[in-house]
């Protein structure tokens, strides 16, 4: 659910409910028709399971490689290899970045960066896929 509200002479924000129970706010229209018409592109969005919410993006990386690798249904030693990637490449340059300053291509580039030539497939893009789900997430 979107609904618009009134914010100062001139001004508009859309406010939505978030996943996590919350409500969030986006504020900036100059009118309430634009206001509205975002608002309802938004709940389209949502029925759709389409729609990102720009807050999402806020999360460091760090904290995000942390809350994936919670999620992680591998075996042991398959979680040690995950997470000892992610502590040595993608926390010492990515870690204290934004999800959403991350681009597409800079996703690919780090995973890129830490594959081996020598290692199987999965072993080398699990970088790669750490920030793909990120990306996907903001």
């Given at each position: 659910?979107?609904?618009t ?29 634009a ?18 919410d ?18 992680l249904?591998?075996?042991i ?14 926390q010492?340059?990515?870690g204290?970045?934004?999800?959403g ?9 780090v ?7 020598l290692?199987?497939?999965h ?8 920030l793909?789900d990120?990306?996907?997430r903001?």
């Amino acid at each position: 659910m979107a609904w618009t509200e009134k914010i100062g002479p001139r001004s508009w924000r859309v406010r939505y409910l978030r996943g996590d129970s919350g409500y969030g706010s986006i504020s900036g229209f100059e009118t309430k028709t634009a206001a509205d018409a975002y608002a309802t592109q938004l709940e389209a969005d949502q029925r759709r399971g389409t729609w990102l919410d720009p807050k999402a993006g806020l999360i460091t990386t760090a904290e995000w490689a942390a809350l994936w690798a919670d999620t992680l249904d591998v075996e042991i030693r398959t979680e040690e290899n995950y997470r000892g990637r992610i502590r040595n490449h993608i926390q010492p340059r990515w870690g204290t970045i934004r999800l959403g300053a991350i681009t597409p291509l800079a996703g690919h580039l780090v995973g890129q960066a830490t594959a081996s030539p020598l290692r199987h497939f999965h072993s080398r893009r699990h970088p790669d896929r750490v920030l793909h789900d990120a990306r996907r997430r903001r």
